[in-house]
């Protein structure tokens, strides 16, 4: 089963900072990388998928970079609609797919 | 509206069997695949099988083997999961998803999802 790290845990982040996220793979995923956004009280929200391609409706201010084990989600511009967590996920060796423990971000 | 509704909020006795719905609307029900997923709180989801709506065929988690079940019924375009056995570590929200690819084989990330069914069991 492939193990997925997302550093750091939490992020404190003013609004209009850009934020960076990592996901670890441990070992190569290839693009297959899925970000998800989530809210307290909420499903998660697919952000992400192909490392890179933006789902429909999300914003550009959010973008994926990366492949094979490292790989990145960044907002560009933080708004204050933004404070969640962020999960990676990989889909290149399933079952199972597996998601990383996520990223808590929060506004200062 | 293209959406996922789920079943409400349940408390078991461990030991006893749940099951749960999820019901599709909005979109062709037989054209993607559905998972069904869980989140203990304070963790990242955790993948516990995958329905292929159009014949009902299943895959499950290892983790699972033999205590989940998952079927559909085309009729009212809902999907269910039953786990048998339940236990304290059982306790979740359980969420049913759409797999983003659509057609005759699924990708593994989730497009859309249900609200979430929380599930407690305790004595």
């Known amino acids: 089963e492939i193990v997925m790290t997302q550093s750091p845990a939490t992020l404190s982040v003013s609004p209009g900072e850009r934020v960076t996220l990592s996901c670890w793979a441990s070992?190569?995923?290839?693009?297959?990388l899925a970000w998800y956004q989530q809210k307290p009280g909420q499903a998660p929200r697919l952000l992400i998928y192909?490392?890179?391609t933006r789902a429909t409706g999300i914003p550009a201010r959010f973008s994926g970079s990366g492949s094979e084990t490292e790989f990145t989600l960044t907002i560009s511009s933080l708004q204050s609609e933004d404070s969640a967590v962020y999960f990676c996920?990989?889909?290149?060796?399933?079952?199972?797919?597996?998601f990383g423990g996520g990223t808590k971000v929060e506004i200062k | 509206q293209v959406q996922l509704v789920q079943s409400g909020a349940e408390v078991k006795r461990p030991g006893a069997s749940i099951t749960l719905s999820c019901k599709t609307s909005?979109?062709?029900?037989?054209?993607?695949?559905l998972h069904w997923l869980r989140q203990a709180p304070g963790q990242g989801p955790e993948w516990m099988g995958i329905?292929?709506?159009?014949?009902?065929?299943?895959i499950y988690a290892d983790k699972f083997h033999g205590r989940i079940t998952m079927t559909r019924d085309t009729s009212t375009t809902t999907t269910y999961m039953q786990l048998s056995g339940l236990r304290s570590e059982d306790t979740a929200v359980y969420y049913c998803?759409?797999?983003?690819?659509?057609?005759?084989?699924?990708?593994?990330?989730?497009?859309?999802w249900g609200q979430g069914s929380q599930v407690t069991v305790s004595s």
């Open positions: 998803a759409r797999d983003g690819r659509h057609g005759d084989n699924y990708e593994g990330w989730f497009d859309l």
């Open positions: 909005g979109y062709p029900f037989t054209t993607q695949f």
């Open positions: 329905i292929k709506t159009g014949d009902g065929n299943t």
């Open positions: 070992q190569s995923v290839s693009s297959h």
């Open positions: 192909g490392a890179s």
């Open positions: 996920q990989q889909y290149n060796n399933w079952p199972p797919e597996t």
